[in-house]
């Protein structure tokens, strides 16, 4: 049985509702499962919730409720319906409070401890509470405002705690050669390359054992052989990739999924997956994950996403005003993926007008309107092509090989981008050939009749390589596209289309009917925002 392609989102911190920064991820992550899936592949696609440690717990303290109780109102009220508000297409959703997940870390904990992987010691540090992290002195800033004079977190901005516990330890130590070893076989296996660059110059200052359970409270997967600790948080929140392929409980599905494709991170918490996890799964003798991807961090007003400085954007307050299909374009789009990415009402709005309305939405909406008036709705059979058609054809086929190949680069604007220059040949390609004025000729002129014919056909044909390719990235509006066409009855359903297929010129079958729906992207009032 062929491997399945197997990627994952980060599961995502209870504390809070999800916003804008948490459905970027999603999306991004989609985008490559639902190409490949295009691909004809086997794909399995995971996200889910981390709901353990003292973030949660405090959180849940604080809104006067049990942490469980919290974790359960906060996945069944918001973590879940954004899934669907983004249209992600997951296999499946894990919550590491899950018996299912529970059992497994501690199967794995209890076999690292049996190997001698793990060891009772004492640590005192700096903790961040809301990175759930020991902190380093080079992890620490001087605070401003409110916390001048303190030592804060440089990502949360917040006061660390300085903590002494005596706790269990994995020999992480252990595993500095061993993961540089590997980084230097595998050199895509953290990207891009700037993440590369800071993994492979943190392991080589030299790794520290790591505490990896908690005493001081109880909300957590319990230690086996010592029920007074819990596992640290973290070490149970990266087993979940494992746990939810089967680990331990499912062996063939475990063989089937087992390692992951791609780990989509915030880069935040790329030292967790680029390092921690890597050498998890080395001591356990499990194999590794092909690559760790680090997205940058989506800004607001310059600022990283944020609930607690009032940054955080819900995702229904984009999508109810310009969709599904075009927030997911515009994150996709916009953004170097890779790379910090600012949002910004005007920059959505603007695309929004000129890329998809003015863009796409407006050559599906030509192009049906003028099969319906000039051949009745009947895709027409074309005549003898021109350099015109070569060309367009030609553009169709480039733009199927140039987003493929940007997928294999998790490059989703790259790949978007390609799929765009067939926007623009389209467009451009309709302007030039001016149907309407061939109508008018054909009137009197039976063989302009054939060129109009070719003319609508062809435009026809993008329209059809467009909905393949841009399936992944906005599924509504591809669908309507795709039954715009008639294509369904003739080629079967848009997910049975590979997208290395789709710059195949000539694939519609004349005589299919081609009707005018409503517009893909309706005009949005500016004041809407």
Request: glycine share 8%; aromatic share 12%.
């Amino acid at each position: 049985m062929p491997k399945a392609f197997y990627v994952t989102t980060p599961i995502y911190y209870v504390n809070d509702a999800p916003h804008i920064g948490h459905a970027y991820t999603t999306v991004a992550t989609d985008f490559i499962a639902r190409w490949h899936r295009q691909r004809q592949e086997d794909v399995w696609f995971l996200t889910g919730t981390d709901e353990h440690g003292e973030k949660v717990l405090r959180t849940a303290e604080a809104n006067g409720t049990s942490p469980r109780e919290w974790a359960d109102r906060l996945v069944e009220s918001a973590w879940k319906p954004v899934l669907r508000t983004i249209d992600a297409s997951n296999d499946d959703f894990i919550r590491t409070t899950e018996d299912r997940h529970v059992e497994r870390v501690k199967e794995f904990i209890q076999g690292l401890y049996d190997a001698g992987e793990i060891f009772e010691g004492t640590y005192e540090g700096a903790y961040c509470v809301a990175c759930e992290e020991y902190k380093q002195p080079a992890d620490l800033v001087e605070g401003t405002g409110e916390y001048a004079g303190q030592m804060v977190c440089s990502i949360h901005g917040r006061p660390v705690e300085m903590l002494a516990e005596t706790n269990y330890f994995f020999r992480m130590s252990a595993y500095t050669d061993k993961l540089l070893e590997f980084y230097e076989q595998n050199p895509g296996f953290v990207q891009p390359e700037s993440a590369r660059n800071e993994v492979v110059s943190f392991v080589k200052q030299g790794l520290q054992d790591l505490s990896i359970s908690r005493s001081t409270f109880d909300w957590g997967v319990t230690v086996p052989w010592d029920p007074s600790h819990v596992i640290y948080v973290w070490i149970d929140a990266l087993l979940n990739y494992a746990t939810a392929a089967g680990y331990g409980a499912d062996e063939e599905k475990f063989q089937r999924t087992w390692p992951a494709d791609i780990h989509f991170v915030g880069k935040d918490i790329l030292r967790f997956h680029a390092v921690i996890w890597p050498a998890m799964l080395m001591a356990a003798g499990l194999p590794l994950p092909k690559k760790v991807f680090a997205h940058g961090w989506l800004l607001v007003g310059g600022e990283k996403m944020s609930k607690s400085k009032l940054t955080g954007i819900a995702p229904a307050q984009i999508t109810d005003t310009f969709g599904s299909d075009a927030f997911r374009y515009y994150f996709l789009r916009a953004i170097a993926f890779g790379n910090d990415g600012s949002f910004s009402w005007e920059d959505i709005a603007a695309r929004y007008q000129a890329e998809l309305a003015n863009g796409l939405g407006n050559l599906a909406s030509r192009v049906t309107a003028m099969v319906g008036r000039y051949f009745d709705g009947v895709l027409p059979a074309p005549g003898a092509s021109t350099d015109a058609e070569e060309q367009l054809a030609a553009v169709a086929a480039q733009a199927a090989q140039d987003a493929d190949a940007a997928v294999d680069s998790v490059a989703p604007h790259d790949a978007l981008a390609a799929v765009w220059t067939l926007v623009e040949a389209a467009n451009g390609y309709i302007t030039e050939q001016q149907p309407w004025a061939v109508a008018k000729a054909a009137a009197d002129d039976e063989s302009q009749r054939e060129r109009l014919a070719t003319i609508l056909y062809s435009s026809a044909e993008a329209l059809r390589a467009l909905a393949v390719l841009l399936n992944a990235a906005m599924p509504k509006s591809s669908a309507r596209l795709w039954e715009a066409l008639g294509a369904e009855k003739a080629l079967g359903s848009l997910a049975t289309q590979p997208v290395g297929d789709a710059g195949r010129w000539g694939q519609l079958v004349p005589g299919t009917e081609v009707t005018k729906g409503d517009a893909l992207f309706p005009r949005i009032d500016p004041d809407a925002q």
